[in-house]
């Protein structure tokens, strides 16, 4: 039996509210604790007493309670990060800001509650469900619901788009039109999976002439059409739902044949609507019967019909009066609407909670499953240092002598170092040759920083020359053909040509090392992204100085057991010690700058 996980869903609204996204995480939350995993769920809440519950168990955290936010396996636990708010309301044309308290109980929760995976809902918009993405130091997934434009408010800014993108370890969305609209903001590959259809949906008594419609802002040529059938059909009822809290449909216009037959009913949440699908016949849905409420009533045993007939009957939508005679239709005849019951249970089957689940564990299992493991003893050998990204004049933006280099190198106690001009490795052949004549005590090893057509990658223990412009794939393929290493150099600094997010996912399995620092960035937070994703997926970690002039040499120091070829190199570097020692970045670019006006002079 699988270990049970450590699971964080994150939800925009509160639990307690009826909001769809809020009944969808109730519901999966109850599933996956009934799988025997350990769920905790953050929400706002409008409850003095939930706040106060939530401090509580945010301060033990703070105070080192390791197990402060995790209940027991087979439970979940609703934990309030901050008060409830509307979400994307606008206020002088900007969406709702997030409290600093809110955003800092978020941060405190999925970096120090234990969480195995954080699942984010809704993290399109400024709120709880960004602020786990922005912070999360683990595996984390994002859920996307909507499927309005115009629920997307308040948009982060491009320049946090791709780092938050990479902070993204599986994208889902709970419809096509869901992630269609996602990838505007976050691209990439998206997992479908629907909105979980709540166990109280279920059939009731039928008496065989009830029809009800969901109410939307268009629906008044249904209604009218649907109260004219109702008018010619004695024992048939209609009642709109509307869902409370959005806009109420004006009473319709009845005829005397039609009085005390037709209803207007608001439903406040899922037992209220749960109620009244239970005992209806056929259900219209102007919205598409891919809603959330047409599953609902496919649930109860109703017959849904809508513009796209799934599961059901359609109609034209600029013909609203095949709406009442299709659901005419399925009253008079009862062995088509026995049918289609048959097909829609069998289809509402796979939307339950535990089906979802399911699909959900198999999905963060297979995210778990990335994450590399070396059980492998410490090598015993004399620790080195060693410098794995530098270039030399042989680079089109350094003026670096080779043997120069290699000397400094000497001096300064490196013994190896990684040879890495841009798309040339003529420099790494002439200091390994250099090395080898004069018997200069270091090691050097021929790299190649190599421009693909989505960003640079380093070749480690080259034998020949890799052209620039092919795919990143290709460029991988061969350098492992040549039997060396792939090294990801920089690979969040958004001030170069780096792989995007998606890329970096993509391509995990064949990276072969990660550099977590680069002491020419010119912003720490690069170096920090990148660390968190190494750390996320253990990958094996480096340091590089990227040094175009002699006094940036050392600034990134890899501290190993010594090694000879590729794969002892590779045992060594998951037993890597980091130092840094940085410099000033305008000193070293100054100096550069000077040293290539020299050279092309």
Avoid at 311 to 339: F, I, K, M, T
Avoid at 441 to 466: R, W
Avoid at 474 to 503: C, K, N, S, W
């Amino acid at each position: 039996m699988n270990d049970p996980l450590a699971i964080c869903l994150v939800c925009p609204y509160a639990l307690n509210g009826p909001h769809a996204v809020a009944e969808h995480v109730r519901e999966t939350a109850t599933a996956l604790a009934a799988r025997g995993h350990r769920v905790t769920v953050l929400a706002p809440s409008a409850s003095t007493r939930a706040l106060r519950s939530g401090r509580r168990r945010l301060r033990a955290l703070a105070d080192g309670d390791a197990e402060a936010l995790l209940p027991p396996p087979g439970e979940t636990l609703a934990v309030a990060v901050g008060p409830a708010v509307q979400i994307g309301q606008r206020r002088h044309g900007r969406g709702v800001a997030l409290p600093v308290a809110a955003n800092a109980n978020v941060a405190l929760a999925v970096r120090e509650g234990g969480f195995d995976i954080v699942d984010a809902h809704e993290p399109h918009v400024p709120g709880i469900g960004v602020a786990a993405i922005k912070h999360a130091v683990g595996l984390t997934v994002a859920t996307f619901h909507t499927t309005t434009e115009r629920t997307f408010v308040g948009p982060i800014r491009e320049s946090r788009r791709e780092r938050y993108r990479a902070r993204i370890d599986a994208l889902i969305a709970t419809s096509s039109r869901a992630a269609e609209l996602a990838a505007a903001i976050y691209p990439g590959d998206y997992q479908l999976l629907p909105r979980a259809v709540d166990e109280t949906f279920q059939p009731g008594h039928k008496g065989g002439g009830s029809i009800v419609l969901h109410w939307n802002g268009d629906a008044r040529p249904v209604v009218r059409s649907l109260v004219r059938l109702v008018a010619r059909s004695p024992s048939t009822t209609l009642t709109v739902m509307w869902d409370r809290g959005g806009r109420r449909p004006m009473r319709p216009s009845i005829p005397a044949e039609a009085r005390g037959r037709v209803h207007v009913l608001g439903t406040a949440g899922v037992d209220d609507r749960a109620a009244l699908l239970a005992s209806a016949d056929v259900m219209v849905s102007p919205r598409g019967g891919d809603s959330a409420r047409s599953w609902e009533a496919r649930a109860a045993g109703a017959v849904v019909v809508s513009p796209d007939g799934l599961h059901g009957l359609a109609y034209a939508v600029d013909q609203p009066a095949l709406s009442a005679a299709a659901a005419g239709r399925l009253l008079d005849d009862g062995g088509l609407r026995e049918r289609l019951v048959a097909e829609s249970m069998a289809a509402v089957s796979e939307r339950r909670a535990e089906a979802i689940a399911g699909r959900l564990e198999a999905t963060y299992r297979d995210l778990l499953a990335r994450r590399r493991t070396d059980r492998r003893p410490k090598p015993t050998r004399r620790l080195i240092d060693v410098d794995l990204h530098m270039h030399t004049s042989h680079s089109y933006d350094c003026a670096t002598d080779v043997e120069g280099l290699l000397d400094h190198c000497v001096s300064e106690g490196f013994g190896a170092i990684a040879i890495t001009d841009h798309n040339e490795i003529s420099g790494a052949f002439e200091a390994q040759r250099i090395a080898r004549e004069k018997s200069k005590p270091i090691a050097v090893i021929a790299g190649e920083e190599v421009m693909t057509s989505q960003g640079e990658v380093i070749g480690l223990f080259l034998n020949e020359k890799i052209e620039r412009d092919m795919t990143m794939t290709e460029t991988i393929d061969e350098i492992h053909r040549q039997g060396g290493l792939v090294l990801m150099p920089h690979p969040f600094d958004r001030l170069h040509t780096i792989p995007d997010g998606a890329t970096l996912h993509r391509l995990l399995d064949r990276i072969d090392i990660f550099e977590i620092y680069n002491s020419r960035l010119m912003f720490e937070s690069f170096n920090d992204d990148a660390q968190r994703f190494a750390a996320k997926y253990n990958l094996v970690q480096s340091a590089g100085s990227d040094a175009h002039v002699l006094q940036g040499i050392g600034t990134a120091i890899n501290r190993i057991p010594e090694f000879e070829g590729p794969e002892e190199f590779l045992v060594s570097m998951r037993h890597n010690e980091i130092i840094r020692r940085p410099k000033s970045l305008i000193y070293l670019q100054g100096l550069k700058w000077m040293q290539q006006v020299q050279k092309t002079g």
